[in-house]
């Protein structure tokens, strides 16, 4: 959260990091987690093929998702930032 108290909100475009052998992706996503604090909220641009691995990876780790929406061939998830 902000110095204000406000959630703040964060962008973060996977979409060409996908490699289903090393999970890059995910390793961006966790290092773009750790600098945020408990609520504040990341917005992940990714493909359709991602969503399911950033679904799994986010609830092992205690995130939650507040929606996954298709957007013109893209989907973007909003991850909340969860106490891991």
Same mark, same amino acid.
């Given at each position: 959260?902000s &110095? +204000?108290?406000?959630?703040?909100? @964060?962008t973060? !475009? %996977?979409?060409? *990091?996908?490699?289903?052998? !090393?999970?890059? &992706?995910l390793?961006?996503?966790?290092t773009?987690? &750790? +600098?945020?604090?408990?609520?504040?909220v990341?917005?992940i641009? +990714?493909?359709?093929?991602q $969503?399911?691995?950033?679904? =799994?990876? =986010? @609830? $092992?780790?205690?995130?939650?998702? *507040? +929606?996954a929406?298709?957007?013109?061939?893209r %989907?973007? *998830?909003?991850?909340?930032k969860? =106490?891991?």
């Amino acid at each position: 959260m902000s &110095s +204000s108290g406000e959630s703040e909100i @964060r962008t973060l !475009d %996977v979409t060409s *990091l996908f490699n289903p052998v !090393d999970c890059q &992706s995910l390793g961006i996503i966790r290092t773009t987690l &750790s +600098s945020m604090r408990i609520g504040d909220v990341l917005v992940i641009s +990714s493909n359709r093929f991602q $969503k399911r691995e950033i679904e =799994s990876w =986010s @609830r $092992k780790f205690g995130h939650r998702l *507040l +929606s996954a929406d298709d957007v013109d061939g893209r %989907v973007v *998830l909003r991850l909340e930032k969860g =106490s891991r």
